[in-house]
């Protein structure tokens, strides 16, 4: 534990750490794993996994159980406390912060690979599943499917995002194409199809009825209308899988999107033009992730098997913020308030 | 096998000498009579744990086996207790293979561990959190493991277990599960069917449900999946050898058949081939439960009878596919045909397991398999990411560059002769093999790959186009449809583990090395046809006949066969169309769960049938009971 937590400080605190003016009104949670090259299911672990909180510092410390395959959390708005974690063995909840876990899930829902909270019913939890889409309406204890004009094939199902403005407005990003519902998940409606996976779909924090998606062929994806009509967005490689897209909350119209293959791209000008910003970046400058911290726009791009990365000129320049040979699966900005 | 007495002379030195794998090999005992089955079954039981326990070096601590071997023969429960307590001590990890033998441990050290060696036991199933992981026999060990430790801990809520779920939520979604798999292996078919390593991580969780189950129907249920576990091993295997197809094996099992944990199973429950180096490895974790166990006298039969020849038809499933496929699991429909000399097994093709299936071979007796590559078959080297999509919830750019430093190094490879391809196809009728091959543009790799072991003797590139070869005392005629040229097979050799995970380097073996038969087109195929020495005055009388065999095909617009095989049977077969034979279309609807002299079920039935001449075995899963009977 020391010699992770000493490797992960350590380049933040010969860099100085965060500026020191910054009083971060979010918490950063990680979520994925550390020492991940050539790990399989059963290997020994030599360090902690799961879930990495930043430090006063500027670092991250492992939180709770080691678990080395978890994507993505899901914060109750009303208690930071309480999160879901879509999880390989299923969907986990804690309610002390990740201290302490239950799975939800039983064995009929397996590798969710997204988890979302309803912020206008955050209740209502949804989980995007390999096979089709997972719902809880009591705070991720019970899980049922709800599926309703889902295809009964060809719902694999990689992302699933909450309108913040609507309760129970829901997308859902599958190999088909993204999927819509207006009622909780209780009927679910095509609005874009697709041949390949849908990896990633976000709403724009300036502008509710702006939304992006990313996919495996399909290229980056826009709706201007909430996510009624979708359109390809131009300038954007397709040949190779874009993993997910982030809109900078500091600042209206810087976007990113991080690539395996392809590395970072981003665009200052609300997608009409894009610049990959690899320059910095390992060599081999695999981007698992990329976020935007929303206190101060610093971009981040996870690497690979590599370390995670940061930006404070939106990719012209990087330097190394810890978490060596990881694979961080998502990022997760928490406003302090919610503690 | 002058490479193995070496060894032996070595080993033979040693007090922790290996006596079965280093020893000549087994003779299948002439007397069959139940007790000195039994006798010889619980003897070669406890050779596997003798030989953990005289491993032990007093002047170390006990490993996690060495400790749990004393626990099955009752020894220094005090010293024992304070070493597991010891190895608790440190975060633990393993996931599902760090559940099931500590399942082990606590069952048999229930009545003679400490109490704070219990404590720390059940301690440790709060505490660390295992995954269950993302395969099917991770999921049958993590719930018969959760199954058994919610049954000893009955009562105990959530907050006491790793995943918050109190004991009796805990049992209730594990009993869910098992049932759940047994009824799709008892109605449609096992996925990991005849797997050559991954039999242990389904028999070992049936044993031990078997052996420590309280609820009695569980328990039942345990032994009878173990029964057919034991049963189709004793069925597909050559004189203890387990050929193809299988679901899944590995680069080394899949030439050297002998050499798979498989192959431990066979020794233990049937004694007539050496068992693997250190039993297997996992081998252990069966020995310390199998007391509780004995196969049936009519498994033995079924085993070591190989003095008549048999036809066996079993309908298997693919591993579940989540995505880009209009089916959840691809029907396997099975063939396999078992001689005294030889053994030819196939699947129809397409993508079973993304990595590891092994879908046809055919595999000859040695009279010592132990390093020897006894196998013929050809593949096309398929790598898709989008294929491997199907089956893992990952992202497609990464995998396959991946999955060398998980330790499969041969995936991407052009060379690889372990896979299977959505580009084959496979029609089998009886010792006769067709293989077509119809590879799209765009394909990595345009060609086949057909294996030729360094253990094939007299092998003849024939005028007719046939290429003839000997196999122990099988003759054997492969026959290309494309051209081809001739490579040698490099191995692979695993470099220091560093920070990138399992790193390998391709060198050239000492001595002869095996073949690989190059076919660089993308309309191809392969035709084998084995035949047993006895049946003919010499081998040139074999080639001749084989060359007199009426054979028509083409390779465009798409590859046709029309042959007539050793065995008069007139065979069409169209890659894309229903193989016909003597005119009348392959029926694949009409594929039982089993049918053949030694198996028989009906699709769906949840009945088994298991005979070797008027004795017979029935396990029947509706009514979760086993039945003996003998024929009048």
């Known amino acids: 534990m020391m010699k992770t937590l000493s490797r992960t400080l350590l380049p933040l605190l010969l860099l100085g750490g965060l500026p020191a003016c910054a009083a971060p009104a979010h918490d950063l949670y990680l979520f994925g794993a550390v020492n991940v090259t050539g790990r399989v299911i059963g290997s020994r672990d030599v360090a902690k996994n799961g879930v990495f909180v930043r430090t006063a510092e500027g670092g991250f410390a492992h939180r709770g159980i080691n678990y080395p395959a978890m994507l993505g959390g899901a914060f109750d708005p009303r208690d930071a406390r309480v999160f879901h974690v879509a999880a390989i063995c299923g969907v986990l909840t804690t309610t002390d912060g990740g201290f302490t876990w239950r799975i939800g899930t039983g064995w009929d829902m397996t590798e969710p690979k997204a988890v979302a909270v309803d912020p206008n019913a955050p209740d209502m939890v949804y989980a995007a599943l390999p096979d089709g889409l997972g719902v809880s309406a009591d705070r991720g204890h019970s899980w049922a499917r709800r599926e309703n004009g889902l295809p009964a094939r060809g719902k694999y199902t990689q992302i699933v995002t909450v309108d913040r403005t609507a309760a129970g407005r829901v997308f859902a990003g599958s190999e088909t194409g993204i999927y819509l519902t207006e009622d909780a998940a209780q009927n679910w409606r095509r609005v874009f199809p697709t041949v390949d996976t849908v990896t990633d779909i976000r709403q724009s924090p300036h502008d509710p009825k702006h939304w992006l998606a990313v996919s495996q062929s399909a290229g980056a994806l826009v709706s201007r209308d909430g996510g009624l009509t979708w359109a390809p967005l131009a300038g954007i490689p397709h040949q190779q899988a874009l993993y997910n897209v982030v809109f900078d909350p500091t600042r209206a119209g810087r976007i990113a999107i991080a690539s395996w293959s392809l590395g970072l791209l981003t665009s200052e000008d609300d997608g009409a033009t894009w610049v990959f910003r690899n320059d910095g970046l390992p060599e081999k400058h695999r981007v698992w992730r990329t976020a935007v911290d929303p206190d101060n726009g610093r971009l981040y791009a996870a690497i690979d098997g590599g370390a995670l990365y940061g930006s404070d000129d939106f990719g012209r320049t990087w330097r190394p913020f810890g978490m060596e040979d990881s694979r961080i699966q998502s990022f997760v900005f928490v406003p302090r308030a919610q503690r | ?632």
């Open chain 2, 1 to 632: 096998m002058k490479k193995l007495i070496i060894p032996f002379l070595l080993l033979a030195a040693l007090v922790s000498a290996q006596p079965s794998y280093t020893g000549p090999m087994p003779v299948p005992p002439a007397d069959t009579r139940p007790d000195t089955l039994r006798r010889a079954y619980h003897a070669r039981v406890d050779e596997t744990l003798d030989w953990y326990l005289h491993a032990i070096d007093p002047a170390k601590p006990l490993t996690r086996e060495q400790a749990l071997v004393k626990l099955v023969r009752g020894q220094d429960a005090a010293a024992v207790s304070q070493r597991i307590i010891e190895l608790l001590s440190v975060p633990q990890s393993g996931d599902m293979f760090w559940m099931f033998p500590w399942t082990a441990i606590a069952f048999t050290g229930r009545d003679q561990l400490s109490p704070e060696a219990r404590a720390a036991i059940r301690e440790a199933w709060r505490t660390y959190f295992p995954m269950r992981g993302d395969t099917e026999n991770h999921w049958v060990m993590y719930y018969a493991s959760l199954f058994l430790m919610t049954e000893l801990y009955p009562d105990d809520p959530g907050e006491t277990w790793f995943n918050g779920k109190s004991s009796a939520e805990n049992h209730v979604e594990a009993k869910g599960f098992l049932l759940h798999w047994m009824d799709l292996a008892t109605t449609i078919g096992q996925g990991e069917f005849n797997a050559t390593h991954y039999i242990g991580e389904y028999a070992i969780p049936m044993l031990y449900l078997a052996a420590w189950a309280e609820d009695p129907a569980m328990r039942q249920r345990g032994r009878m999946m173990l029964d057919l576990l034991m049963a189709e091993l004793a069925d597909n295997t050559l004189h203890g050898v387990l050929r193809g197809p299988n679901a899944r094996t590995d680069d080394t099992s899949v030439l050297e058949r002998w050499n798979a944990l498989a192959t431990y199973f066979s020794w233990t429950m049937y004694g007539h081939t050496p068992p693997p180096s250190g039993y297997g490895g996992w081998g252990i974790y069966f020995a310390i439960a199998a007391h509780h166990y004995e196969p049936p006298p009519l498994f033995h039969l079924i085993a070591t009878d190989r003095e008549f020849d048999r036809e066996q038809r079993d309908h298997k499933r693919s591993r579940r596919r989540w995505r880009y496929s209009d089916v959840e699991m691809m029907p396997v429909y099975k063939t396999g045909y078992i001689r005294r000399d030889y053994a030819v097994g196939s699947y129809q093709g397409g993508v079973t397991d993304p990595i590891q299936a092994h879908v046809w071979d055919v595999t000859w007796r040695e009279d010592d398999p132990r390093g020897v590559h006894n196998t013929m078959f050809s593949v096309h080297p398929h790598a898709s990411a989008r294929v491997l999509q199907m089956y893992f919830t990952e992202y497609p750019d990464w995998m396959i560059d991946l999955l060398a430093s998980q330790g499969k190094p041969s995936y991407g490879v052009p060379d690889k002769i372990l896979g299977c391809s959505p580009y084959e196809q496979v029609f089998q009728d009886l010792d006769t093999v067709i293989a077509l091959y119809a590879i799209p543009p765009g394909e990595n790799f345009q060609r086949v790959n057909g294996f030729f072991s360094r253990n094939l003797r007299d092998v003849t590139e024939d005028a007719s186009g046939w290429i003839f070869a000997r196999g122990g005392n099988a003759y054997l005629a492969y026959r290309p449809l494309a051209p081809y040229t001739w490579d040698e097979l490099l191995g692979y050799r695993q470099l220091p583990r560093g920070n990138s995970g399992y790193a390998w380097e391709r060198f050239r073996p000492e001595g002869p090395v095996d073949r690989i038969l190059v076919s660089p087109h993308a309309n191809n195929g392969t035709i084998v046809q084995a035949a047993s020495a006895d049946e003919f005055e010499s081998f040139e009388a074999f080639q001749s006949a084989m060359r007199a065999l009426p054979l028509e095909f083409t390779l465009e617009p798409r590859p046709t066969v029309k042959l007539t095989t050793l065995r008069g049977k007139k065979v069409a077969f169209t890659y894309g169309e229903t193989p016909v034979v003597n005119g009348q279309p392959v029926d694949y609807s009409r594929w039982k769960l089993f049918e053949g002299p030694h198996l028989n079920a009906g699709l769906g039935s949840r009945k088994i049938t298991i005979s070797h001449g008027r004795q017979h075995r029935v396990l029947d899963f509706n009514t979760v009971t086993t039945s003996d009977y003998v024929t009048p």
